[in-house]
């Protein structure tokens, strides 16, 4: 396995274990495997052009910018898929990002059937759509008291770097 295969698995690894331990991912973390990335890519093997480096750290926040906005993902996730993306490039960056919601999908899912809120929480969301289409006032979509609010997104972000290190994308 060469060095690009595994150090997305780390950096998501990594970044995982700060989230769960600390609700957050840390910057200077993120910041760190920014410029190991750069780095790799410039001074080594020349393995990815500048173009694809800088795109594959601009797309996530160009797809994922607007769930930020509402609070629905948090800053450190989108971070966290920049740095990924600077190694993938922006190709592979988007196969993450779609494979990473798809896992979180799944995960969600599983939460909402096994606590039985699915229809509480179907319900949240249409009220929560309808309420910013009649005020345009943007309010993070957080729901006190309900089981399980804070979804850990750097989960499904390094389930899909592992399948990236076993090829499956």
Not at 12 to 31: E, T
Not at 38 to 50: A, D, K, L
Not at 83 to 93: A, C, Q, S, W
Not at 152 to 166: D, E, K, M, Q, R
Request: aromatic residues 16%; positive net charge; contains cysteine.
């Amino acid at each position: 396995m060469s060095f690009y295969t595994v150090f997305p698995v780390v950096v998501a690894g990594c970044a995982m274990l700060m989230d769960f331990q600390r609700a957050r991912v840390d910057n200077g973390w993120l910041g760190f495997c920014l410029l190991i990335s750069f780095v790799t890519q410039f001074m080594g093997n020349n393995r990815i052009n500048p173009v694809s480096w800088i795109l594959g750290f601009l797309t996530p926040l160009l797809i994922l910018g607007w769930l930020f906005i509402f609070r629905m993902l948090g800053p450190g996730d989108i971070k966290l898929f920049c740095v990924i993306g600077t190694i993938l490039g922006p190709g592979k960056i988007l196969a993450c990002i779609a494979i990473s919601i798809l896992i979180g999908a799944v995960i969600s899912a599983a939460i909402l059937i096994s606590n039985g809120i699915i229809c509480q929480r179907f319900l949240y969301l249409f009220r929560y759509i309808t309420k910013f289409l009649e005020t345009g006032e943007r309010k993070p979509y957080y729901k006190s008291g309900m089981p399980l609010e804070n979804f850990h997104f750097t989960v499904p972000i390094f389930l899909s770097a592992l399948l990236y290190a076993g090829g499956v994308y």
